[in-house]
Structures are given as C-alpha cells and as structure tokens.
C-alpha cells in the first residue's frame, strides 16, 4: 500500500503533465506569431501570424522590418487583383496549407516584393521553433526556402 506522501507526488506529476500538454501541443503547430528571415539578405523582414481555420492556415503581415531610407508603409504595387496597390501591413500572404503528414502543403504563398504568387509547403523544425516556408513554381525543387523563428 502507498502512502499518502507517495499519492500525492504520482498526482502532482500527473497533473503537471497534462498541465504542460498545452504547450506541448503548440510547437507541435505552425499557429502563431513568425518572423521571417530573408533568404537574400539573412535579415528579418516581418512578423507574421499564422492562424488557422477550418483546418487551413493563413499567414498575414503584422510588421515590416524596414531600414530608416526605405519605404515605412509599402503598398503592393506589383501585386495583381484585390491585392493590387494594398498596404504591405495586414495583407494576407499565406493561404490554404493544410496539414498532411508532417508537413502542411497545398497553399500558396505571395511574394509582395514581386507580387507574384507561388505554391507552398512548409514544415516545423528545432522543436516547433522554427519554420521551414518553402515557395516554389509546379515542383518543390523550383523554388526559394526561407526559415522563419517563432516569437511567442
């Protein structure tokens, strides 16, 4: 028979385990808040939130990391469609990935720099602390990776 010591450090254990599963459970998914790295530069160009709904994922820009003689409030000039001539700021550039395996693919992801829209996969890595954002033309191997590290 255990005593009651003993009882009460196997409960203590167990409801700190399922206290932590919550956080276990958010690295485990690209939802929230990312900066991204530029594949070019190596510098951070914005903060972007990954939210999902309905089993998609959508990424929108929260902040831009600009230099002092650059442009603090863009307007997506090469962008086409509704997307044309929009604030930088706020504008969705990540839709439609949807989990599959480890990876989450079939979206798309636009480039506002260029305005040009690409198909996108991505995946976790370093513990759900980082991103690995692939955008590419027809097949995976066309294309430009950029790394991007959580920041909440």
Known sequence: MRSIKQV????GSIAA?????????DEASPVGLWKNIDDVSGKP??????????????GQIEKLFRAPNEEQNPKCDKCEGARKDAPVLGLVIMSGLKK??????GGE?????????????????????KLNVRGYIGIPMLGRSQTWVRQE
């Open 45 to 58: 160009k914005a903060l972007i939130r990954i939210t999902e709904s309905n089993g998609a994922l959508q």
């Open 17 to 25: 385990a399922l206290l932590a599963a919550p956080a276990w459970a």
């Open 8 to 11: 009460a450090i196997i409960a």
């Open 100 to 105: 599959d395996g480890s990876e989450y693919t």
């Open 109 to 129: 992801i636009l480039d506002p720099d260029n305005g040009k829209v690409y198909k996108s996969k991505m995946n976790l890595a370093d513990g759900g602390k």
